[in-house]
């Protein structure tokens, strides 16, 4: 079966992740998808970085196959730690997840990759927090049993040819950050005022956009940008 990468982030663009694009995945023939993304995520630098949410209208992401196929759920699980091993920035890892986030799947729902999603769906039950994603009141999660909680359909909904050439999708589901009082995501004003404190790191907003990875909020964002931004 063929897999590809679900990329709504850094995953594409950043220098210290190349070594694990290079070796693992057909970078030229990445392709565009729909995803229901947003900036969710309060990072480390205060600012905030994407996540996907089930309360989000669909924006803008990447796919990128998988040099290798796979036949059986260790392939799945090798190209999954990879994957979180680029997350961590390490070369080797066995994990695939943390309390930040997990490697969830999404199938194109075929008997063959039906087979292969339950044995995912066992693994990741075995793994002790695994799926702990948090979400704003009245959202539905976005990871249930290790498989993200959207259809295949509506990610190649623009891209219908490129859906019948892979079978699985592995993508990281990163916890947001959710207001402990009024349980909602952050606000677009939010957002940019993080950027406008720390403006170094608008550089990930806009190598998202350079990079064709969009979400709903990315116009609402700029409108509260200092306008400077493009010149950080």
Not at 156 to 184: C, G, V, Y
Request: net charge negative; aromatic share 10%; with cysteine.
């Amino acid at each position: 079966m063929r897999v590809g990468i679900l990329i709504i982030g850094s995953l594409f663009w950043r220098e210290n992740r190349q070594q694990w694009r290079t070796e693992n995945l057909l970078e030229d023939l990445a392709f565009p998808v729909r995803a229901p993304i947003r900036y969710g995520r309060l990072s480390s630098s205060n600012t905030y970085t994407m996540t996907f949410s089930r309360a989000a209208p669909f924006g803008e992401a990447l796919v990128l196959p998988c040099r290798r196929e796979v036949s059986d759920i260790d392939d799945l699980k090798h190209e999954a730690r990879l994957l979180w091993g680029a997350e961590v920035n390490a070369h080797a890892t066995e994990s695939v997840s943390s309390d930040w986030g997990c490697v969830a799947l999404l199938s194109n729902g075929s008997e063959k990759a039906a087979v292969i999603t339950n044995h995912w769906s066992e693994f990741v039950s075995a793994i002790p927090n695994y799926g702990r994603i948090s979400h704003a009141a009245g959202e539905e999660k976005i990871v249930e049993s290790g498989i993200l909680q959207f259809s295949w359909e509506s990610v190649f909904a623009q891209e219908r040819s490129s859906s019948t050439k892979l079978d699985l999708i592995l993508a990281t589901a990163n916890d947001p950050t959710i207001d402990q009082s009024m349980q909602i995501y952050a606000s677009p004003q939010t957002i940019a005022d993080a950027w406008n404190t720390h403006r170094n790191a608008v550089e990930y907003f806009r190598n998202n956009r350079e990079s064709r990875i969009k979400t709903f909020q990315d116009s609402e964002i700029i409108e509260h940008l200092y306008k400077e931004w493009e010149k950080s």
